[in-house]
C-alpha cells in the first residue's frame, strides 16, 4: 500500500513537472499522426497533422497547443472552436504578443468587416498568416513573404491571381525582382479595403498615388529603367487635373493600363499596346467617338521636353510671347503713371 | 443747374415787390380818403379782386418761365456735344464679348493651375465639380464664338463696321506715333502724339483680341471635339490654349484694366462701353484727328446745304420761267 502510493506520488510529480512539455506531446499522441483526418459536414476530408518540425520553426514555438486552442479541455475532443488571435494581440496585452493598430486595422477592413456579418468566407487571420505555420515574413517559407503573397490571397481570390501572375508585376516578383508589387503592396494588409471605399489605397481617388509610389520621381521603378515621369505628365494632362478637381468620372492610372493584369506596353496583350490603345481610349464612358487617329501619338507626353518636338517649340513660343508682351505693356503702364505724376507735380 | 434756381428765386423776389407795390397803389387813394363803409368794403373787394388778378400773372408767369427754363436746359445740353464712339450693335458685342470672358476666365484658369485652393474653391465649392465647370466653360465658349462671327458680318456687312475696320489696319504712322508717344512719356517730347479715330493702342488692343480669338477658339474648337481630332492635333490644341488663356487673362486683368479702369483719367472706369459718348473735350485731347475730321465734314455739310436750297430755288425759277 505504502509503495503504492509512493509511485503514485513519483508519477504525480513527474506529471506535474512535465506538465508544460508534455501537454503538445500528449496532442501529439494523435495529432502527430500523418493519416489523422476528419470528415466535415460538406464531405471534405480535412487533415488534423500537426508537423512538430514546422512548429518549432513558427513564431509560436514556445507556446502551448492549449495557449490558443484554449477551448480543449479534455481528451478526446470533438468540436474545436477558430482559435481567436485577438486573445493575446490585443494592445497592452500581458504576455507580450506583437500589439498595435495593424491588427486593429483588421477589424475596419473588408475581411474584418465581412467576418463580422458572419460571412463564412471571410478570412479571418490565420486564413492568411495560417496556423500551425506562422513563420516571419522575412523568411522565404512564410505565407507572408512577398512571393507567397500572391499565391496566399490568390487561394480566395483566384481569378485576381491568375491575371496578376501573367502581369509584368507578378512576372518580375516571381523572377525575383522583390520590388516588383505583391498584392499587398498597391491593396494594403490589414487595411485592405474595397476599391469603392474612398479610402482605399486603389480607390479611383488613391490609385495615382499608390502608382506614384513606385513609378513617381522618386520611385523604386528608376532602378529597372522605367520612367518616371508618368506620374508628372498625367497629372499635367486634363485626366490628372479632372482628378485634381475630384473628378471621377476621368482616366486614373488603371483606366488604361489594367490594374491586376498590368503590362508592359511591348506586351501585344497589353492595354496600351500601340494597337489597342484605340480600344483603350473607346472603353464605354470614356471616347467610345474615338477614332484610330485620336488615340495615335504619343500618350505621357512634356511639353517643356525637346523631345515633345512641335509642342515643346508651341510652348516655349507662348511663353516667350507673354513674357515679352506683358513686360512691354507693363513698362508701358509705368511711363504712363510717371508722366502723369510729374505732370502733376508741375500743375502744383 | 444752380444757376437757374437763383435765377427763379430772384424772379420769385421781383414779381412778390411788384405785387406789392401793386397792391399798395390800388389801396392808397380808397384807405386815405373815404372812411364810410360802404366806400371801405368797396376798396377791399377791390384789392380782393386786384390781389386775385396779380397773383394768377404771377403764377402763370412763374410756369412759363419753368418750362421755358427746361427748354433752356435742353438746349444748353445740344450745345454740349457728344461724338458717339461705339455704335449699340458694337457696344452690344463687347458686352456679350465681356461676359463670355469672365466666365471663360472663372471657368478656364482653374484649369491652368488645379493644385491652387482658390482653383478647387471655385470648381468644387462654388461651382460643384468638374462636371459644371465644364458645362459652363462651353456656354462661355459660345457666347464668344458667337461674337466673334458676329463681328466678322459686322466688318463686313456694316458701313460702320467696314469703315472702323480700315481705320484699324496698322499704319508705318502708328511705329512713328508709339516711338514719339514713348520720348514724350520719358519727357523728350513736350506733348504726345496727335491720334486718328484709332490710336495705335486701340490698334494693338483691336488685334491683340483678333489674335486671341483665333487661337483660343481654333483651339477650343479641337479641345471640345478632340475624338475627331487626332492625338497630337489635340496636344498642341490643349498647350495653345492654355498658354494664350493665361497670356489674354494677363492682357485683360492688367493691360486693360488699367486703360478702362485704373487709370487716373477714368477711375473707377470708363462708361463709353455703356453709352458709347465721347464729349467735345475728350473727342479733341484723345483723337484730335478724328475731331478735325468731323468737324471739317459738318462744315461741308454745312455748305453743301447752304449751297441746295439756292440751287433749288433756282431750278423752281427755271422752271417757273419755262411754264
Same mark, same amino acid.
Given at each position: 500500500?505504502?509503495r503504492?502510493?509512493t509511485y503514485?506520488?513519483?508519477?504525480?510529480?513527474?506529471?506535474l513537472f512535465?506538465?508544460?512539455?508534455?501537454?503538445?506531446?500528449?496532442?501529439?499522441?494523435?495529432?502527430?499522426?500523418k493519416?489523422l483526418t476528419k470528415q466535415?459536414e460538406?464531405?471534405?476530408?480535412v487533415s488534423?497533422?500537426?508537423?512538430t518540425a514546422?512548429l518549432q520553426?513558427?513564431v509560436h514555438a514556445?507556446?502551448?497547443?492549449?495557449?490558443c486552442?484554449?477551448?480543449?479541455?479534455?481528451i478526446?475532443h470533438?468540436?474545436?472552436?477558430k482559435?481567436n488571435?485577438?486573445?493575446c494581440? /490585443?494592445?497592452?496585452?500581458?504576455?507580450?504578443?506583437?500589439?498595435?493598430?495593424?491588427?486593429?486595422q /483588421?477589424e475596419h477592413?473588408?475581411?474584418?468587416?465581412?467576418?463580422a456579418?458572419?460571412?463564412?468566407r471571410?478570412?479571418v487571420c490565420?486564413?492568411?498568416?495560417?496556423?500551425?505555420?506562422?513563420?516571419r515574413?522575412?523568411?522565404?517559407a512564410?505565407k507572408?513573404?512577398k512571393?507567397?503573397?500572391?499565391?496566399?490571397c490568390?487561394?480566395c481570390?483566384?481569378?485576381v491571381?491568375?491575371d496578376?501572375?501573367?502581369s509584368?508585376?507578378g512576372?518580375?516578383l516571381?523572377?525575383g525582382i522583390?520590388d516588383?508589387?505583391?498584392?499587398?503592396s498597391c491593396?494594403?494588409?490589414?487595411n485592405?479595403q474595397?476599391?469603392?471605399?474612398?479610402?482605399?489605397k486603389v480607390?479611383a481617388a488613391?490609385?495615382?498615388?499608390?502608382?506614384?509610389?513606385?513609378?513617381?520621381?522618386?520611385g523604386?521603378a528608376?532602378?529597372?529603367?522605367?520612367k518616371?515621369?508618368?506620374?508628372?505628365?498625367?497629372?499635367e494632362?486634363?485626366?490628372g487635373v479632372?482628378?485634381m478637381?475630384?473628378?471621377?468620372?476621368v482616366?486614373?492610372?488603371?483606366?488604361?493600363?489594367?490594374?491586376?493584369?498590368?503590362r508592359?506596353h511591348?506586351?501585344?496583350k497589353?492595354s496600351v499596346?500601340?494597337?489597342n490603345?484605340?480600344a483603350?481610349?473607346?472603353k464605354?464612358?470614356c471616347?467610345?467617338?474615338?477614332?484610330?487617329?485620336?488615340a495615335?501619338?504619343?500618350?505621357?507626353i512634356d511639353?517643356?521636353s525637346?523631345?515633345?518636338?512641335?509642342?515643346y517649340?508651341?510652348?516655349r513660343?507662348?511663353m516667350?510671347?507673354t513674357a515679352?508682351?506683358?513686360?512691354?505693356?507693363?513698362?508701358?503702364?509705368?511711363l504712363?503713371?510717371?508722366r502723369?505724376?510729374?505732370k502733376?507735380?508741375a500743375?502744383? | 443747374?444752380?444757376?437757374r434756381?437763383a435765377k427763379?428765386?430772384q424772379r420769385q423776389?421781383e414779381?412778390?415787390?411788384?405785387?406789392v407795390?401793386?397792391?399798395m397803389?390800388t389801396?392808397a387813394p380808397?384807405?386815405?380818403?373815404?372812411?364810410?363803409t360802404e366806400?371801405l368794403?368797396?376798396?377791399?373787394r377791390d384789392?380782393h379782386?386786384?390781389?386775385?388778378?396779380?397773383?394768377?400773372l404771377?403764377?402763370?408767369e412763374?410756369?412759363t418761365?419753368?418750362?421755358?427754363?427746361?427748354?433752356a436746359e435742353?438746349?444748353?445740353e445740344q450745345?454740349?456735344?457728344?461724338?458717339?464712339?461705339f455704335?449699340?450693335?458694337?457696344?452690344?458685342?463687347?458686352?456679350?464679348?465681356?461676359?463670355?470672358?469672365?466666365?471663360?476666365?472663372i471657368?478656364g484658369m482653374p484649369?491652368?493651375?488645379?493644385?491652387l485652393a482658390?482653383?478647387k474653391?471655385?470648381v468644387i465649392?462654388?461651382l460643384?465639380?468638374?462636371?459644371?465647370?465644364?458645362l459652363?466653360h462651353?456656354?462661355?465658349a459660345?457666347?464668344?464664338?458667337?461674337v466673334?462671327v458676329?463681328?466678322?458680318?459686322y466688318i463686313?456687312?456694316s458701313?460702320t463696321?467696314?469703315r472702323?475696320?480700315?481705320?484699324?489696319?496698322p499704319?508705318?504712322?502708328?511705329?512713328?506715333?508709339?516711338?514719339?508717344?514713348?520720348?514724350?512719356?520719358?519727357?523728350?517730347?513736350?506733348?504726345?502724339p496727335?491720334?486718328?479715330?484709332f490710336?495705335f493702342?486701340?490698334k494693338?488692343?483691336?488685334?491683340?483680341?483678333?489674335?486671341g480669338m483665333?487661337?483660343?477658339?481654333?483651339?477650343?474648337?479641337i479641345?471640345w471635339?478632340?475624338?475627331?481630332f487626332?492625338? /497630337?492635333?489635340?496636344?498642341i490644341?490643349r498647350?495653345?490654349h492654355?498658354?494664350e488663356?493665361?497670356?489674354?487673362t494677363?492682357a485683360?486683368?492688367i493691360w486693360?484694366f488699367?486703360?478702362?479702369?485704373?487709370?487716373?483719367?477714368v477711375?473707377p472706369?470708363?462708361?463709353v462701353w455703356?453709352?458709347g459718348?465721347?464729349?467735345?473735350?475728350?473727342?479733341?485731347?484723345h483723337?484730335?484727328?478724328?475731331?478735325?475730321?468731323?468737324v471739317?465734314a459738318?462744315?461741308?455739310?454745312?455748305?453743301?446745304?447752304?449751297a441746295v436750297?439756292?440751287a433749288?430755288?433756282e431750278?423752281?425759277?427755271?422752271?417757273?420761267?419755262?411754264?
Amino acid at each position: 500500500m505504502t509503495r503504492l502510493t509512493t509511485y503514485g506520488y513519483c508519477l504525480l510529480t513527474v506529471l506535474l513537472f512535465s506538465a508544460a512539455q508534455a501537454a503538445p506531446q500528449k496532442c501529439l499522441l494523435c495529432h502527430g499522426k500523418k493519416d489523422l483526418t476528419k470528415q466535415e459536414e460538406t464531405g471534405r476530408t480535412v487533415s488534423l497533422y500537426v508537423d512538430t518540425a514546422q512548429l518549432q520553426m513558427t513564431v509560436h514555438a514556445d507556446r502551448d497547443c492549449a495557449d490558443c486552442h484554449i477551448d480543449i479541455v479534455e481528451i478526446p475532443h470533438k468540436q474545436v472552436r477558430k482559435v481567436n488571435c485577438r486573445r493575446c494581440h /490585443y494592445t497592452g496585452n500581458p504576455v507580450g504578443a506583437p500589439e498595435g493598430e495593424l491588427y486593429d486595422q /483588421y477589424e475596419h477592413s473588408v475581411h474584418g468587416i465581412e467576418v463580422a456579418r458572419g460571412n463564412p468566407r471571410a478570412p479571418v487571420c490565420q486564413d492568411c498568416h495560417g496556423s500551425h505555420d506562422i513563420i516571419r515574413h522575412d523568411l522565404a517559407a512564410s505565407k507572408m513573404y512577398k512571393q507567397n503573397i500572391p499565391q496566399t490571397c490568390g487561394r480566395c481570390h483566384i481569378e485576381v491571381y491568375a491575371d496578376y501572375r501573367e502581369s509584368v508585376h507578378g512576372m518580375a516578383l516571381a523572377r525575383g525582382i522583390m520590388d516588383s508589387p505583391s498584392c499587398a503592396s498597391c491593396h494594403g494588409e490589414h487595411n485592405i479595403q474595397r476599391p469603392e471605399e474612398p479610402g482605399s489605397k486603389v480607390s479611383a481617388a488613391n490609385v495615382t498615388g499608390t502608382c506614384s509610389d513606385c513609378h513617381g520621381p522618386m520611385g523604386v521603378a528608376s532602378k529597372y529603367g522605367i520612367k518616371t515621369d508618368r506620374t508628372v505628365t498625367f497629372e499635367e494632362s486634363f485626366h490628372g487635373v479632372a482628378q485634381m478637381m475630384e473628378s471621377r468620372m476621368v482616366a486614373n492610372c488603371a483606366s488604361c493600363h489594367g490594374y491586376h493584369d498590368v503590362r508592359s506596353h511591348d506586351d501585344p496583350k497589353s492595354s496600351v499596346y500601340p494597337d489597342n490603345i484605340p480600344a483603350t481610349c473607346g472603353k464605354p464612358g470614356c471616347h467610345p467617338e474615338a477614332t484610330v487617329s485620336f488615340a495615335s501619338g504619343k500618350i505621357h507626353i512634356d511639353p517643356k521636353s525637346k523631345e515633345s518636338g512641335i509642342l515643346y517649340y508651341i510652348s516655349r513660343f507662348f511663353m516667350i510671347l507673354t513674357a515679352s508682351t506683358l513686360a512691354g505693356l507693363f513698362v508701358f503702364i509705368v511711363l504712363d503713371l510717371f508722366r502723369r505724376a510729374r505732370k502733376a507735380r508741375a500743375k502744383r | 443747374m444752380a444757376e437757374r434756381i437763383a435765377k427763379g428765386q430772384q424772379r420769385q423776389k421781383e414779381l412778390v415787390d411788384e405785387l406789392v407795390s401793386n397792391i399798395m397803389e390800388t389801396a392808397a387813394p380808397l384807405i386815405d380818403g373815404e372812411t364810410s363803409t360802404e366806400a371801405l368794403d368797396a376798396a377791399a373787394r377791390d384789392v380782393h379782386e386786384r390781389i386775385q388778378f396779380e397773383a394768377n400773372l404771377a403764377l402763370s408767369e412763374v410756369v412759363t418761365r419753368f418750362s421755358r427754363g427746361k427748354a433752356a436746359e435742353k438746349e444748353a445740353e445740344q450745345k454740349e456735344r457728344t461724338f458717339i464712339r461705339f455704335g449699340p450693335n458694337f457696344r452690344a458685342q463687347h458686352i456679350l464679348m465681356f461676359v463670355s470672358v469672365i466666365i471663360l476666365i472663372i471657368t478656364g484658369m482653374p484649369l491652368k493651375f488645379p493644385e491652387l485652393a482658390v482653383s478647387k474653391f471655385v470648381v468644387i465649392s462654388l461651382l460643384g465639380g468638374l462636371e459644371n465647370s465644364t458645362l459652363i466653360h462651353r456656354i462661355g465658349a459660345t457666347g464668344l464664338i458667337i461674337v466673334g462671327v458676329w463681328h466678322l458680318f459686322y466688318i463686313a456687312l456694316s458701313r460702320t463696321g467696314r469703315r472702323d475696320f480700315f481705320l484699324m489696319i496698322p499704319r508705318p504712322r502708328d511705329i512713328k506715333d508709339f516711338l514719339h508717344t514713348v520720348l514724350y512719356y520719358i519727357g523728350r517730347r513736350s506733348s504726345g502724339p496727335r491720334f486718328g479715330r484709332f490710336s495705335f493702342i486701340e490698334k494693338f488692343d483691336y488685334w491683340a483680341v483678333y489674335w486671341g480669338m483665333v487661337i483660343m477658339i481654333g483651339s477650343g474648337i479641337i479641345l471640345w471635339f478632340k475624338e475627331y481630332f487626332p492625338k /497630337y492635333l489635340y496636344d498642341i490644341g490643349r498647350e495653345a490654349h492654355s498658354d494664350e488663356g493665361l497670356l489674354a487673362t494677363l492682357a485683360i486683368v492688367i493691360w486693360h484694366f488699367y486703360n478702362v479702369h485704373l487709370n487716373p483719367e477714368v477711375f473707377p472706369m470708363s462708361w463709353v462701353w455703356w453709352h458709347g459718348k465721347l464729349s467735345e473735350e475728350e473727342i479733341k485731347h484723345h483723337h484730335p484727328l478724328e475731331y478735325a475730321k468731323i468737324v471739317e465734314a459738318e462744315r461741308e455739310a454745312i455748305e453743301a446745304e447752304q449751297a441746295v436750297p439756292q440751287a433749288a430755288g433756282e431750278t423752281s425759277d427755271t422752271l417757273g420761267k419755262e411754264t
